[in-house]
């Protein structure tokens, strides 16, 4: 639940007044995808690279905070056995795809 409050809370952050902030879940037989997509600045290619590494922040946005969400949040996936991606175009917004395997089901005894 973290994971994807840090990534909606970005969403909120960054997308202006009047964009658009989504989210979608697919859970089928075998991973359960979250996707968080906003209307907002976009994100370079050259910070993609970069974004979820601990304390990074754009160097030219404006609203700063302490480069630890992203990060905390690829933690928290990848310790679930999951992975956590981003695309985005800048001047037309930014997705970002949280894929969890689904638990092995093991029926009782």
């Known amino acids: 639940m973290q994971a994807l409050s840090n990534l909606i809370g970005n969403a909120i952050k960054f997308t202006p007044p009047g964009g658009h902030i989504e989210v979608r879940a697919v859970d089928d037989a075998s991973e359960l995808t979250i996707e968080v997509s906003d209307t ?55 997705t970002f795809v949280i894929t969890l395997p689904r638990a092995a089901h093991t029926p009782a005894s």
């Open 40 to 94: 907002g600045p976009g994100i370079g290619p050259e910070d993609q690279v970069s974004i979820f590494d601990p304390y990074w922040t754009s160097a030219d946005s404006t609203r700063r905070g302490t480069g630890l969400g992203l990060a905390i949040a690829r933690g928290i996936v990848e310790a679930h056995g999951g992975a956590i991606s981003v695309s985005s175009t800048l001047g037309r917004g930014t």
